[in-house]
C-alpha cells in the first residue's frame, strides 16, 4: 500500500472512531429507558441508576473498592461521569466505596443527610469531596429531584434536618428515596428501621413501588409487615454478601416478603440485579 494512501486511510480511521464514540453515546441517551442496577458489591450496598435522559446516579459505594470494578462493567467504557452522588448514610458498608470513585469519576453533585460520625473512612470521603470542590447539596426535609420529563428522585426521608447532629443509630438518618418514571416506582431505603418506616406510614406517605430495596440488607429490625403492605411490591432485592456474619436476610423477613407476593433477588445469589423500566412497564434485565 502506498504511503501517501495508507496515511489518509489512517487517518479517516481516526476520525471514524472520535465520531462513533458520540454517536453511540447519543444513541444510550435516547433508548428513553431507565435502568436500575443493584451492584453485588458483597455485604453493602451500591445502586447505579442510568436515566432516561442520560444522567448517572450512584446511591451508596459498598463496603470496598469492588464497585470500581462494578461501575466499569455496568457504563460504557467512555463514561466515566457520575451526575449525582447519594449517601443514604455514613456507615462504612455503604460510604466505603465511595472514595475510590471520587478518586476515578468526574462526580457532578453529592446528596447527603450532614450528620455527625467520626469513623474513619466516612471522614476520608468528606475529605475527598472537599479536595475535588465537589457541589455538596444537604438533605433536611422531603423534596423532588427532576431528572426530566416524569422522571426523578422523590426524597421521602428525612423528614427533619440532621445536620450537624449525632444519631445513636445512624441507620435511622438513612435517605429514603423514591424513583419514579412515568408510572413505575423504585423504593430505594438505604438501612432505614423499622421506626423510620412507622414515620413514614404515620405521615400517610405514598409508598407503594413496583420495585423494593429491601431495608438493612434484610434485617429483622426493618421490613415490617405494615410496611410492606403498603409498599406491596412486585419484586424485593436485597443487597447482601455470602456467607456474611450477620445473618442476612433474615428468614422472618424472607417469608414476609413472599406473603406480600413480591418475587425475591439476592445479590450473594444472583449477582448484580438489573431492571429496565419504560415508564410503563419494569422488567428484570
Known amino acids: 500500500m502506498p504511503k501517501k494512501l495508507y496515511k489518509i486511510l489512517l487517518i479517516f480511521g481516526i476520525a471514524a472512531v472520535l465520531i462513533a464514540v458520540p454517536i453511540f453515546g447519543l444513541a444510550y441517551n435516547l433508548a428513553k429507558n431507565l435502568e436500575v442496577d443493584f451492584l453485588d458489591v458483597g455485604q453493602g450496598d451500591a445502586i ?25 462493567k455496568n457504563l460504557p467504557f467512555w463514561d466515566k461521569q457520575i451526575d449525582l452522588m447519594v449517601l443514604t448514610h455514613p456507615h462504612d458498608d455503604h460510604v466505603t466505596g465511595l472514595i475510590e470513585i471520587i478518586k476515578r469519576y468526574d462526580v457532578k453533585k453529592i446528596l447527603y443527610t450532614g450528620v455527625v460520625h467520626d469513623a474513619p473512612n466516612y471522614l476520608a470521603w468528606l475529605e475527598e469531596v472537599r479536595d475535588k470542590k465537589i457541589s455538596l447539596a444537604l438533605v433536611d426535609r422531603p423534596q423532588t429531584i427532576k431528572l426530566g420529563e416524569n422522571c426523578g428522585l422523590d426524597i421521602l426521608f428525612p423528614q427533619k434536618s440532621f445536620i450537624g447532629q449525632g444519631v445513636d443509630n445512624l441507620n435511622n438518618s438513612s435517605i429514603v428515596a423514591k424513583l419514579f418514571y412515568g408510572q413505575n416506582r423504585f423504593l430505594l431505603v438505604g438501612d432505614a428501621e423499622a421506626v423510620v418506616e412507622k414515620e413514614l406510614l404515620i405521615a400517610g406517605v405514598n409508598l407503594k413501588s413496583e420495585v423494593l430495596k429491601v431495608g438493612h440488607h434484610s434485617s429483622d429490625t426493618s421490613s415490617s409487615e405494615e410496611f410492606l403492605e403498603a409498599v406491596n411490591p412486585k419484586f424485593a432485592v436485597i443487597e447482601v454478601g455470602k456467607d456474611n456474619d450477620f445473618g442476612h436476610p433474615n428468614l422472618r423477613i424472607l417469608k414476609r416478603l413472599e406473603r406480600v407476593g413480591a418475587q425475591i433477588f439476592r445479590t450473594d445469589l444472583d449477582g448484580t440485579i438489573k431492571f429496565v423500566s419504560d415508564g410503563e412497564r419494569i422488567n428484570k434485565k
Open 48 to 72: 447505579l441508576i442510568k436515566s432516561p435522559f442520560g444522567q448517572n446516579i450512584l446511591i451508596d459505594g459498598g463496603p470496598d473498592s469492588k464497585v470500581v470494578e462494578q461501575l466499569g
